[in-house]
Structures are given as structure tokens and as C-alpha cells.
């Protein structure tokens, strides 16, 4: 199945394409001065009329945005996408220079709140202006922001747009089942969930014999992006990069280290769960790396994604029928590229169009209970996204860490039900899984959150070189993992393989799953108290979280994020796990 992006545009030389490009040029002049002459008119009409057409324009520039975007994510070599690329970052600077010309406005502005008690659509929108009045701190200078803004189109965009071709177009030589292939790198790291042992090694020696091939076009990127990143807090007045990934994700630094101190006291409960499926893979000491998502148990059940299909539409109707019909349209309407090819990038992600009330959902499904899974992550973004449908497109964005809250929770529906439905021996299995989905999310996630902090105070004073990016991974790894994995079997190059490393929009792309996995086991946790009355407050939730910041929006449902122990009631719940794991073991 491959995704239908007709609905956007029939190609790259559609009529319509070309003219609501020209519009959205047009329509970011003309929003620019309005907001200049603002000063000069009755503030809240002037205000308003802003936010009309910052709305009209914001329409057409996801649509184009996410045309281009999806196309090359499916399509790393499609040479048309790849040169209107270039319209799609001009156009990221007009949007960007317009959202500085208000953010600017809002922060001369005197008393806003008055202002927005004067108007039924500034009320709407107090959120975002609030947002923006406090912005106004880490605005370029107006004199500056135009030629930073033009240089970073060939600067980390460029970058970071490399990155994902070279990731793309990684072909990689294995013998399987007798038959010499070259496989996209995405296909061999998806052999680390096959049931052969034998199988999921060589893929490992093979994926790690491959990287050298890019590593130094690699590590280019990843010092660009980050070297940028280093200039850009000193232009927009923040004392860190990990601030700006702060404000980008509405959290402050209080939840973060409170997450963190959880994280951190957790280790060695999932150290403790590697050691043992070690010993059930049959050896003592360390998992080896290539085993982390080895299947163990006899459930080694392959799913057609019409069987994927089935289980979600079933699974999730249990909890709404309002989910299970919207999921079952995404499949029907073809939102969804499900499997791996050359030029496809690996993972999964989902892209909201909010103008077409549609979710794109990428993926590359391999049949396996993962594989499944990500697509109930994937699409519970998606039915995140379709809870704001009614919402004004300003208000449709929310931060990183609450975008990762219904992913969770539909995982979690998922694995439970599934697991109630299991004897013993699939039990086991199902168990495993999620222990080791969440043991990626917490012990690997605190490993990319210590590599990336290292790397940007390196980068600071000189660039660094592949052999300096791996031996920093590998101590990361050392860090976290500890003696769960076996010392001389780690992945130096999991820098190379991680597309949020090479992020310019957000960087530290890490701690927000954290949040995200932690948060959404706490909301789960409200379902199982409230039952049926809860999917209504779910949706309000979900609803909540275009126009707060985290604590806020937590608040709402009566967690505080800012308190360690929230998080390590969410922690406790998988420690049982992990003691069920082991009974089980035996």
C-alpha cells in the first residue's frame, strides 16, 4: 500500500501547485505589512485582521510544505521534488519572517490582554499571542534575520536534507534464505526483529560494515547542523541549545530534570530485564546489541497488513468506536505507505495536513507484532491530529512531548488487550516487547539525550570526526546500558542511523519520546480508573494540547509533570513487568 498524495497535488507541475505557491508568496507580503502597519491602526482590529490572513496563508503553506516533504520521504531520488525543494525553503523563510514580524509586534505591545478581551477571535487565539509576546525575546534582529534565514537554506537544511539521502540510498549486499541481495538499510535494520539468530547477526556486521561508505559525509552533516545551531543561540539570545529545544517543547527545565532523575534511577531495573533475555536467548552476561529486539517465546506471528488492519480497527474499537471507524478510513483512503523500498527513508512517522483533515502515515512493515505496533503509534498521531480538526490551524501545532501522548496510549491499548487474550508462552513474548519498547525509550532515548549533549559542547571548538562521533555513542551507551549489554557487541554508529540527530528544527529530538511513553502510561492508567466515561476527556485532552504549554495541559487531567514521582509511578508499572517477565522465565 503507498499513500495517495493526490489529494495534495497530482505532481510537481500541477496548476494548482504553482498557484498556491505564488499565493502563499503573496499572501506572506501582504500579512508582513499589515503587521507593519499595525502601529499606525486600531490595534485589535489590525490584530485581527493578522490572524485572518496569518490563517488563510498557514492553509496553503502546510499543503505545499507536506507535499514536497512526504514525496521525498517515500522518494529520496525524485529529481522534481528535490528542485522544488528549493521554493518550499524560500517559502519556510517567508513564514518564518512573518511569525518574527508579529512575534516583534506582540512584544512592544502594551496591555494584550486588553486587547484580547476586545475580540471574539484575538479569545480564540490567546494562547498563540501570548506565546508570541513572550517569543519576542529570542527574535533575530530584523537587520540580521533575512540573511541568516536565506543562509541556513544552505546551511542545515541542506545538511540535514543530505543526510536523509544518504540514508536513503544506503544499499547493503546479504545473503538470505540462499540468495544473494542488496537491501535498503532500512530492510537490514528491520532483520533485527528475525526470529534466526544467525539472520539478525550478519545483519548487524553488515549494517555496521556499511556505514563507513558515509560516515564522513555524515559527520559533516551532523557538525553543520550542530555548528549552526551554536550560532543561531547566540543571534536569538538563549544561553543553550537545549533551551531552545526547551521552549519548542513548551516544557520547562523543572519537568525535564524530573523526568531525567526518573530515567536515570530506572537503569538498572532494564539492565537487569537485558541480562535476562540474554539468558533466555541462551547465554549469560550482556545482550548483544544485535539481540535487543530478537523475539522470544513461540509467538512469532506474521501479520498482512489487512490482518494489521483487523487488529487495530478491533482492538481500538474496544476503547471508541469513534477510533476504530477513523482508523479503518485511513486504510480505506489510503493515508498510510506501508512497506520498504530504495529511496524510502527508514522508521515511521505520521504528518498532519490540517487544511485536508488528513494524516499521512508512513511505515515500513515487515509483517512482525512491531511492525503493528508502529502503525498504532503512528496512527494514534494521526487520530491526535483528527481531534483538532475544528481547532483554528494556529492552534492545530503542540509541543514534542504531549505529540507522543495518543502514539502511547495506542500502543498501550494494543499490547494490553493483547495480552489479556494470550496464554503463558505468548504472554512471554507480548511481555518482551514491551518491555523492550519501553526500554528504548527510556535507556536508549537518556543514551541519544548524554551523545547529543556531548556533542554540542564538543562542537563548540572544533568539528568532529566519525572515529569521535562513535567513541562518543559507544561511552553513551556504556552510560545507560551498562552491564545489560555486552560490552564488546555495542553500535557505534546508531549517530549515523537516527535521523533526529539532524534535525534543524528541533534539536535534542529525544526527551520528548521519554515524556511522551511516561505521560501516556499515566493517562492510560486515568482510563483504567474511569472506563467508559474517559474517552470523552481523552479527546478534550488530546484537544487541550494546541493551546497549552506541558505543565498545563497535564495539569488539566491532574498530573504534575514537574514531580519525579509521577514519573516514577509510570516507571513502577513497567518494573512489574519486568518481575512478571521473569516469573515467567522461570
Known amino acids: 500500500m503507498n499513500w495517495d498524495l493526490s489529494k495534495l497535488y497530482s505532481g510537481f507541475t500541477d496548476e494548482k501547485l504553482l498557484a498556491d505557491t505564488a499565493e502563499a508568496f503573496d499572501r506572506f507580503a501582504a500579512l508582513r505589512r499589515t503587521i507593519a502597519a499595525m502601529p499606525e491602526a486600531e490595534p485589535a482590529s489590525g490584530l485581527s485582521d493578522a490572524i485572518r490572513q496569518l490563517q488563510k496563508v498557514m492553509d496553503l503553506y502546510i499543503k505545499i510544505v507536506n507535499f514536497t516533504f512526504l514525496t521525498l520521504s517515500v522518494d529520496a531520488n525524485n529529481e522534481a521534488a528535490r528542485a522544488f525543494h528549493a521554493r518550499v525553503m524560500q517559502l519556510d523563510i517567508e513564514c518564518a519572517q512573518a511569525r518574527s514580524a508579529l512575534s516583534r509586534y506582540l512584544g512592544s505591545a502594551g496591555d494584550l490582554d486588553a486587547l484580547i478581551q476586545r475580540d471574539p477571535l484575538l479569545k480564540e487565539h490567546a494562547f498563540l499571542l501570548k506565546e508570541l509576546k513572550d517569543s519576542a525575546a529570542h527574535v533575530i534582529d530584523p537587520a540580521l534575520e533575512p540573511t541568516v534565514l536565506k543562509l541556513q537554506t544552505t546551511g542545515g537544511s541542506a545538511w540535514e536534507q543530505l543526510r536523509d539521502q544518504l540514508d536513503s540510498n544506503l544499499m547493503i549486499p546479504f545473503e538470505q534464505d540462499g540468495k544473494a541481495q542488496t537491501l535498503p538499510l532500512s530492510a537490514i535494520r528491520g532483520l533485527a526483529y528475525s526470529a534466526d539468530a544467525d539472520v539478525r547477526r550478519r545483519a548487524y556486521e553488515a549494517e555496521l560494515a556499511a556505514y563507513p561508505r558515509i560516515e564522513i559525509p555524515m559527520a559533516a552533516c551532523l557538525n553543520g547542523i550542530k555548528g549552526e545551531a551554536l550560532t543561531l543561540i547566540g543571534l536569538r539570545h538563549y544561553d543553550t541549545v537545549l533551551d531552545t529545544a526547551l521552549d519548542a517543547s513548551r516544557m520547562d527545565r523543572a519537568t525535564l530534570d524530573a523526568l531525567l532523575t526518573a530515567m536515570r534511577e530506572s537503569l538498572p531495573m532494564f539492565r537487569r530485564y537485558f541480562r535476562l533475555k540474554a539468558k533466555l536467548l541462551g547465554y549469560e552476561g550482556g545482550l548483544k546489541f544485535y539481540d535487543l529486539f530478537a523475539p522470544v517465546g513461540e509467538c512469532a506471528r506474521q501479520y498482512t497488513l489487512e490482518e494489521a488492519r483487523a487488529t487495530l480497527v478491533d482492538v481500538m474499537g474496544r476503547f471508541s468506536s469513534k477510533m476504530a471507524a477513523f482508523i479503518d478510513h485511513a486504510f480505506e483512503d489510503h493515508w498510510i505507505d506501508a512497506y520498504p523500498r530504495e529511496g524510502k527513508q527508514g522508521g515511521a512517522f505520521c504528518s498532519g495536513v490540517h487544511p485536508l483533515k488528513v494524516s499521512y502515515v508512513m511505515s515500513n512493515f515487515d509483517g512482525s507484532y512491531s511492525s503493528v505496533s508502529t502503525l498504532a503509534h503512528e496512527l494514534g498521531h494521526a487520530y491526535h491530529n483528527s481531534c483538532l480538526d475544528d481547532c483554528s490551524v494556529l492552534l492545530s501545532d503542540y509541543p514534542m512531548p504531549l505529540a507522543e501522548t495518543a502514539s502511547i496510549f495506542n500502543e498501550t491499548l494494543l499490547m494490553e488487550k493483547t495480552l489479556a487474550a494470550s496464554d503463558d508462552r505468548t504472554r512471554l513474548t507480548l511481555l518482551e516487547q514491551q518491555i523492550g519498547d519501553a526500554a528504548q525509550v527510556v535507556v536508549d532515548i537518556l543514551s541519544r539525550y548524554l551523545f547529543e549533549t556531548e556533542v ?44 533526529h540527530y539532524y534535525s534543524t528544527g528541533i534539536h535534542f529530538y529525544n526527551f520528548p519520546y521519554a515524556f511522551g511513553m511516561l505521560f501516556g502510561l499515566g493517562v492510560y492508567a486515568r ?55 521473569e516469573k515467567l522465565i522461570g
Open 456 to 499: 554540542v559542547e564538543r562542537r563548540k571548538d572544533h568539528a568532529l570526526s566519525p572515529r569521535e562521533l562513535c567513541e562518543i555513542m559507544l561511552d553513551a551507551q556504556k552510560q545507560t546500558y551498562g552491564d545489560g549489554l555486552d560490552p564488546d557487541c555495542l553500535h557505534p554508529y546508531m549517530w549515523a542511523c537516527k535521523s
Open 527 to 581: 482510563y483504567l480508573e474511569q472506563g467508559d466515561a474517559f474517552p470523552a476527556e481523552y479527546d478534550r485532552l488530546l484537544t487541550a494540547t494546541g493551546s497549552g504549554s506541558v505543565r498545563e495541559v497535564a495539569a488539566s487531567v491532574g498530573i504534575d509533570v514537574a514531580d519525579p514521582d509521577f514519573w516514577r509511578s509510570s516507571i513502577k508499572t513497567l518494573a512489574d513487568k519486568v518481575d512478571q517477565f
